[in-house]
């Protein structure tokens, strides 16, 4: 079956490190997004993608990079210039730039520090 | 600026009751609406969505949601909630004729079902 597959499910940072998570689809879908969520926050996009070798930053970018060297794949990485990541952290792509698609979902990465 | 507003933050119902979710958003024109449910450490699961025609629209697990352009809102409602009703939901938006087919959520609304 199609899907969005996250991992690790939980990831610990240590101070001063840069952790990355993964993001993979086999949906054949062009966008993906990168979404931070904490307690009675909802989800604050972080970066989406369009396209491949094309990002853009979402509102609450600072401390995180990505890539999207293949249409698959979202890396997100945690750099140790955000001073607070504790959260989860959810993935999300859809289908071209229609509007209507909805965006589908992984199962997010709990990052925790140390 | 855009924005989508969920008022409930927590609301607790017993099992068979009616529900009734409230999502209101602003914008400049009616956006795509959204609405999606989140079990705990889960990722979002669509529910139902709404473009245009009928304002009633159906969803899957029972839900519909009513539009209603004049008071903008998007309510999400179901006539007996079950107790694996338990979970957050998220209203989202969507601007109309997007290309950069980003979503904005709403805090969301944390459902407690007692038994």
């Known amino acids: 079956d199609g899907g969005i597959t996250q991992s690790p499910k939980y990831l610990f940072r240590k101070e001063g490190q840069n952790v990355t998570l993964s993001c993979e689809q086999n949906?054949?879908?062009?966008?993906m997004y990168w979404y931070r969520q904490d307690p009675g926050q909802g989800l604050r996009l972080i970066y989406y993608s369009q396209i491949v070798n094309d990002f853009q930053k979402g509102d609450i970018a600072e401390g995180y990079s990505v890539s999207r060297e293949k249409k698959e794949s979202f890396p997100l990485t945690v750099t140790s210039a955000q001073k607070n990541p504790t959260a989860f952290y959810l993935c999300?792509?859809?289908?071209?730039?229609?509007?209507?698609?909805?965006?589908?979902f992984g199962d997010g990465t709990r990052l925790s520090i140390l | 600026a855009q924005s989508v507003t969920q008022p409930d933050i927590h609301i607790t119902v017993s099992e068979g009751a009616s529900l009734e979710l409230r999502c209101n958003y602003s914008y400049g024109a009616t956006p795509y609406l959204f609405w999606y449910v989140q079990s705990p450490g889960q990722g979002l699961q669509l529910l139902l969505k709404y473009f245009s025609g009928d304002t009633l629209v159906q969803g899957i697990k029972g839900f519909e949601a009513e539009f209603k352009r004049s008071q903008s809102s998007f309510n999400l409602r179901k006539p007996s909630v079950h107790w694996s009703d338990a979970a957050e939901y998220f209203c989202?938006?969507?601007?109309?004729?997007?290309?950069?087919?980003?979503?904005?959520f709403g805090r969301g609304t944390q459902l407690t079902v007692w038994p």
């Open positions: 949906l054949n879908h062009d966008a």
């Open positions: 989202a938006v969507r601007a109309r004729g997007s290309t950069l087919g980003r979503l904005y």
């Open positions: 999300a792509s859809s289908a071209p730039r229609t509007g209507k698609q909805p965006q589908h």
